[in-house]
């Protein structure tokens, strides 16, 4: 059971993480309600996601 969710979570964060790239290297704007996400709001999510990706993989 542990080695399905490492690998479910791992490839979630991953997923994540190439996303929230994606984002700062189109520069896409976010907006939620009234308050703008700046795009290097998008970097910090990348090596936060990209971190427990890895995490989650190497604990498998």
């Known amino acids: 059971m542990k080695n399905g969710y490492a690998l479910f979570s791992g ?3 991953a997923l994540v993480a190439l996303l ?3 984002r700062a ?6 907006q939620i309600g ?4 700046p795009v ?9 996601a990209g971190g427990m ?5 190497r604990s498998r």
């Open 34 to 37: 009234q308050v703008h996400i």
């Open 25 to 30: 290297i189109q520069g896409w704007s976010v």
């Open 20 to 22: 929230q790239a994606v």
């Open 53 to 57: 990706s890895v995490w989650a993989w």
């Open 40 to 48: 290097w709001f998008s970097w910090i999510a990348v090596a936060v």
């Open 11 to 13: 490839t979630l964060f």
